[in-house]
């Protein structure tokens, strides 16, 4: 499995925006795979939040982040950001980012069990 490592969360005031990255530890990168960015809230469950095709060619987004995150890759720089404007308190929560359990196959998906690496994650609070 990747060592995923996500990094960038921090408190925000609502209205603000945060710039979430996604890199690898070790030998091992993240080319080759898509990969998608998931929360979680306290006492909810976790949801998919973007996703991103290996060459970064596709994307998909969860409704509630249309038009508000964008997520995109620097291969070059190993690394997968997602950036999220307009943020709300709603969007606080655990961020984590996933690899795809497929190698060279773009997956665009949301679903936690297409995926087989994840990171610690980096928490997202949104408050005034």
């Known amino acids: 499995q990747l060592q995923l490592v996500e990094s960038g969360g921090s408190l925000v005031q609502p209205g603000g925006s945060l710039r979430l990255s996604c890199t690898t530890s070790g030998e091992r990168t993240l080319s080759g795979y898509s990969v998608s960015w998931f929360r979680q809230a306290p006492g909810k469950e976790r949801e998919g939040v973007a996703c991103?095709?290996?060459?970064?060619?596709?994307?998909h987004y969860a409704n509630f982040g249309k038009g508000r995150f964008t997520v995109s890759r620097d291969v070059a720089k190993n690394t997968v950001y997602l950036q999220m404007d307009s943020l709300k308190s709603e969007d606080t929560g655990m961020y984590y980012c996933?690899?795809?359990?497929?190698?060279?196959?773009?997956?665009?998906?949301?679903?936690?069990?297409?995926?087989?690496?994840w990171g610690q994650g980096t928490q997202v609070t949104v408050s005034s």
């Open positions: 996933a690899t795809a359990k497929a190698f060279g196959v773009a997956v665009i998906s949301l679903l936690a069990s297409d995926f087989g690496s």
């Open positions: 991103i095709t290996s060459m970064g060619s596709s994307t």
